[in-house]
C-alpha cells in the first residue's frame, strides 16, 4: 500500500488538514502492515508557495508522529508533466483554447438564460490552423483543456458518461461527465494547474490508495478519465467529510486559525490534536487517546460521517487534560525540568500535580506554589486566620511524609472540633494561598517542614 499528503505549501497546517493525512498514515502503517506514506508537496503555483512553509508542513507532522518516507516536491517534476502534455496532446485530448476569462463569463449567462448547464461548449475545437494562428498572432495565448470522454467520436455529441469508483468511506459513488466542463489543465503561461501533476505524480509513485477530503469528489471522476487516458493504474479513492469551525466556516491554512503550529505553541500534546482529527465525526465518542497505532485501532473507515464536522477548541483542551492526567513521569520529566521543578522531588512532584494540569506547563504554577515563599492568604477571614495560626502548633514532629497530613489534621480536629471544609480549607490557603489543588497529602512532603513553617498565618491579619 502507498499512500500520499499532498499539501500546498502556502501556509501553515490546521487540523483538517492533518485529518486527511493521519487517515492516509493509519491506513498505510497501522492497517496497511508497513505501507509507504509519501509526502509530496504541491508546489507548482511559485507565487504562493513557500520554502518556509514547507518545512513547517515537515516539522508539524514530525511533532504529530508522521515521518514520510518519501518527499516530493512537485516543482521538481516538471518534465514528467511535459511528456504527459505532449501524450494527451498526440492523442487529441489537449486542446489549446483562446477565451478570456470574460468571454467564457458571458458563455456561461448565455447558456444559463437557456436552461443549459454552464458547462465550456468546446467552442475552441472548432478552430482550425489558420484560426488559432490569427488568435495567436493578435497576442493571445491558449491555455489548455482536457477532452472529458463523454461523447462517441462526436465531441459535441450530448452522451452521458458516468464515472464510478467504490469509495472506501463513502460506498459506491458516481460522476456524471457530461455535467462538467473540461477541465483547464495548463494555463496561459504554460504552468501547470493541480489536476494533471497530482495524476502523474500518483501514476509514476504508484500511489495505490488516496484518502482526502470529500470536496475533491467531482475532481474524481475527472481525475479518472485522465488516468485512463494516460495509461496509468487507477488507485483506490476514499474521501472523508471536513472539518469545519463551531460556527461552520471552513478551515484555511493560510489564515493560521487553528493551525498546529498554534496549538503546539499553546502547550497542547500532539496526540490530543490527532485524537481530535481522526476521531471528530465517527461514531462513538471522541476519547484522547496514547498514541498512533491505538487511534489506528479506533479508526474505521466505514464509520466516517458524510456530514461535515464542527471543530470545537475546546475538545482540545479536555482531550489534552485527559492525557495530562495520566502521563507517567517519563514522558514529561525534561520538560518539569525545563520549568526549574528540582530533580530530587520532580517524580513525586509530577504525580501531585498532573490531576491539576490542562496542560503539561501548568506544572509551573504547582511549582511556584510548592517551591515559592509564602503565599498571598488574605482570603482567610479573621477566625479562620487565628484557626489557622493554632493549627501550625499542631504540626507533627519529624520530617514530612505521605501520612503527615492526615496526622497532623487528626489533631487539629482533635483540638478544636472543626471538621470537614471548616477543617480543611483554611489550612489549604495558608499553605498554598489557593482555594484549590492537589491533594495536601501529597504536597506537604514536597513544601517540606522549613517552607511550612513559613506560611505559618499571623493570629489577624496585618
Same mark, same amino acid.
Given at each position: 500500500?502507498?499512500?500520499? +499528503?499532498?499539501?500546498?505549501?502556502?501556509?501553515?497546517?490546521?487540523?483538517?488538514?492533518?485529518?486527511?493525512?493521519?487517515?492516509?498514515?493509519? #491506513?498505510?502503517? @497501522?492497517?496497511?502492515?508497513?505501507?509507504? $506514506?509519501?509526502?509530496?508537496?504541491?508546489?507548482?503555483?511559485?507565487?504562493?508557495?513557500?520554502?518556509?512553509?514547507?518545512?513547517?508542513?515537515?516539522?508539524?507532522?514530525?511533532?504529530?508522529?508522521?515521518?514520510?518516507?518519501?518527499?516530493?516536491?512537485?516543482?521538481?517534476?516538471?518534465? !514528467?508533466?511535459?511528456?504527459?502534455?505532449?501524450?494527451?496532446?498526440?492523442?487529441?485530448?489537449?486542446?489549446?483554447?483562446?477565451?478570456?476569462?470574460? @468571454?467564457?463569463?458571458?458563455?456561461?449567462?448565455?447558456?444559463?438564460?437557456?436552461?443549459?448547464?454552464?458547462?465550456?461548449?468546446?467552442?475552441?475545437?472548432?478552430?482550425? =490552423?489558420?484560426?488559432?494562428?490569427?488568435?495567436?498572432?493578435?497576442?493571445?495565448?491558449?491555455?489548455?483543456?482536457?477532452? #472529458?470522454?463523454?461523447?462517441?467520436?462526436?465531441? /459535441?455529441?450530448?452522451?452521458?458518461?458516468?464515472?464510478?469508483?467504490?469509495?472506501?468511506?463513502?460506498?459506491?459513488?458516481?460522476?456524471?461527465?457530461?455535467?462538467?466542463?473540461?477541465?483547464?489543465?495548463?494555463?496561459?503561461?504554460?504552468?501547470?494547474?493541480?489536476?494533471?501533476?497530482? =495524476? =502523474?505524480?500518483?501514476?509514476?509513485?504508484?500511489?495505490?490508495?488516496?484518502?482526502?477530503?470529500?470536496?475533491?469528489?467531482?475532481?474524481?471522476?475527472?481525475?479518472?478519465?485522465? $488516468?485512463?487516458?494516460?495509461?496509468?493504474?487507477?488507485?483506490? +479513492?476514499?474521501?472523508?467529510?471536513?472539518?469545519?469551525?463551531?460556527?461552520?466556516?471552513? !478551515?484555511?491554512?493560510?489564515?493560521?486559525?487553528?493551525?498546529?503550529?498554534?496549538?503546539?505553541?499553546?502547550? =497542547?500534546?500532539?496526540?490530543?490534536?490527532?485524537?481530535?482529527?481522526?476521531?471528530?465525526?465517527? %461514531?462513538?465518542?471522541?476519547?484522547?487517546?496514547?498514541?498512533?497505532?491505538?487511534? &489506528?485501532?479506533?479508526?474505521? #473507515?466505514?464509520?466516517?460521517?458524510?456530514?461535515?464536522?464542527? $471543530?470545537?477548541?475546546?475538545?482540545?483542551?479536555?482531550?489534552?487534560?485527559?492525557?495530562?492526567?495520566?502521563?507517567?513521569?517519563?514522558?514529561?520529566?525534561?520538560?518539569?525540568?525545563?520549568?526549574?521543578?528540582?530533580?530530587?522531588?520532580?517524580?513525586?512532584?509530577? %504525580?501531585?500535580?498532573?490531576?491539576?494540569?490542562?496542560?503539561?506547563?501548568?506544572?509551573?504554577?504547582?511549582?511556584?506554589?510548592?517551591?515559592?515563599?509564602?503565599?498571598?492568604?488574605?482570603?482567610? &477571614?479573621?477566625?479562620?486566620?487565628? +484557626?489557622?495560626?493554632?493549627?501550625?502548633?499542631?504540626?507533627?514532629?519529624?520530617? /514530612?511524609?505521605?501520612?503527615?497530613?492526615?496526622?497532623?489534621?487528626?489533631?487539629?480536629?482533635?483540638?478544636? &472540633?472543626?471538621?470537614?471544609?471548616?477543617?480543611?480549607?483554611?489550612?489549604?490557603?495558608?499553605?498554598?494561598?489557593?482555594?484549590?489543588?492537589?491533594?495536601?497529602?501529597?504536597?506537604?512532603?514536597?513544601?517540606?517542614?522549613?517552607?511550612?513553617?513559613?506560611?505559618?498565618?499571623?493570629?489577624?491579619?496585618?
Amino acid at each position: 500500500m502507498i499512500v500520499r +499528503f499532498a499539501p500546498s505549501p502556502t501556509g501553515l497546517l490546521h487540523i483538517g488538514n492533518l485529518r486527511t493525512a493521519i487517515f492516509n498514515w493509519l #491506513l498505510a502503517k @497501522e492497517k496497511g502492515e508497513g505501507g509507504t $506514506f509519501v509526502l509530496r508537496y504541491d508546489d507548482t503555483d511559485a507565487e504562493r508557495s513557500r520554502v518556509e512553509y514547507a518545512d513547517a508542513i515537515l516539522e508539524d507532522l514530525g511533532w504529530i508522529g508522521i515521518h514520510p518516507d518519501l518527499v516530493i516536491r512537485q516543482s521538481e517534476r516538471i518534465p !514528467l508533466y511535459d511528456a504527459a502534455v505532449a501524450r494527451l496532446t498526440a492523442a487529441g485530448l489537449l486542446y489549446p483554447c483562446y477565451e478570456t476569462a470574460e @468571454e467564457l463569463d458571458v458563455r456561461r449567462k448565455r447558456r444559463a438564460a437557456r436552461d443549459l448547464p454552464p458547462i465550456y461548449g468546446r467552442e475552441a475545437l472548432k478552430l482550425d =490552423v489558420a484560426s488559432r494562428a490569427e488568435l495567436e498572432s493578435r497576442g493571445l495565448k491558449p491555455h489548455w483543456r482536457f477532452l #472529458l470522454p463523454n461523447h462517441d467520436g462526436d465531441p /459535441f455529441a450530448p452522451v452521458r458518461t458516468d464515472i464510478g469508483w467504490d469509495d472506501l468511506i463513502r460506498g459506491p459513488q458516481t460522476v456524471d461527465l457530461a455535467s462538467l466542463s473540461d477541465p483547464v489543465l495548463v494555463r496561459e503561461d504554460g504552468s501547470y494547474l493541480y489536476t494533471l501533476p497530482s =495524476v =502523474v505524480d500518483d501514476g509514476a509513485v504508484g500511489i495505490t490508495d488516496v484518502i482526502r477530503g470529500g470536496d475533491h469528489i467531482t475532481n474524481t471522476g475527472v481525475q479518472i478519465a485522465l $488516468f485512463e487516458a494516460l495509461g496509468l493504474a487507477v488507485p483506490r +479513492f476514499g474521501h472523508h467529510n471536513l472539518l469545519t469551525t463551531i460556527d461552520g466556516e471552513g !478551515l484555511s491554512k493560510r489564515s493560521g486559525a487553528l493551525s498546529l503550529r498554534s496549538l503546539r505553541e499553546g502547550g =497542547v500534546e500532539p496526540m490530543a490534536v490527532a485524537s481530535l482529527a481522526a476521531l471528530v465525526g465517527l %461514531s462513538g465518542s471522541i476519547e484522547a487517546v496514547d498514541d498512533l497505532t491505538a487511534l &489506528g485501532d479506533r479508526l474505521v #473507515l466505514a464509520d466516517v460521517s458524510a456530514s461535515a464536522s464542527k $471543530f470545537d477548541p475546546a475538545e482540545v483542551d479536555r482531550l489534552n487534560q485527559a492525557l495530562v492526567h495520566r502521563m507517567p513521569y517519563k514522558r514529561v520529566a525534561e520538560r518539569l525540568r525545563q520549568l526549574d521543578v528540582p530533580d530530587g522531588d520532580a517524580e513525586a512532584f509530577w %504525580s501531585a500535580v498532573r490531576g491539576n494540569c490542562v496542560h503539561v506547563r501548568d506544572a509551573a504554577t504547582w511549582r511556584d506554589v510548592v517551591y515559592g515563599g509564602a503565599p498571598d492568604a488574605s482570603a482567610l &477571614g479573621p477566625d479562620d486566620r487565628a +484557626f489557622a495560626a493554632a493549627a501550625f502548633d499542631l504540626l507533627p514532629a519529624g520530617p /514530612f511524609d505521605g501520612a503527615s497530613w492526615a496526622a497532623w489534621t487528626g489533631a487539629v480536629k482533635t483540638a478544636t &472540633g472543626r471538621k470537614g471544609r471548616a477543617l480543611f480549607m483554611p489550612l489549604r490557603i495558608a499553605l498554598t494561598g489557593l482555594d484549590h489543588g492537589p491533594e495536601l497529602a501529597a504536597l506537604l512532603p514536597l513544601i517540606g517542614r522549613e517552607r511550612v513553617e513559613a506560611r505559618r498565618p499571623s493570629a489577624a491579619a496585618a
